[in-house]
């Protein structure tokens, strides 16, 4: 692999993780260090960090909190005589 893109890869701890995890990358981008973007790309999405894996945590998040905050009022309403 070109020496600037595994030193690239290096200042960047999930992209390495991703690297070591997925092996087949290696391969890939030894023989086609273009593939750079591509190789980015899958690592977003294998650790779910595009926006809307962002914006559905999210919204999951809100959900939850809605959840919480109507519970919490019917054990309020259900205490007062």
Known sequence: ?????LEY???QKDLKKFLREQPHWYRKLTRNPYD???FEIASLHYYKKTI???VEKFS??????SMMYSMF???KNGTQP
Do not use: T
């Open 52 to 54: 809307p894996d962002q």
């Open 36 to 38: 750079l973007q591509s």
């Open 73 to 75: 009022q019917a054990m």
């Open 9 to 11: 890869i290096e200042r």
């Open 1 to 5: 692999m070109r020496r600037d893109i």
């Open 60 to 65: 999951n998040g809100v959900v939850m909190a």
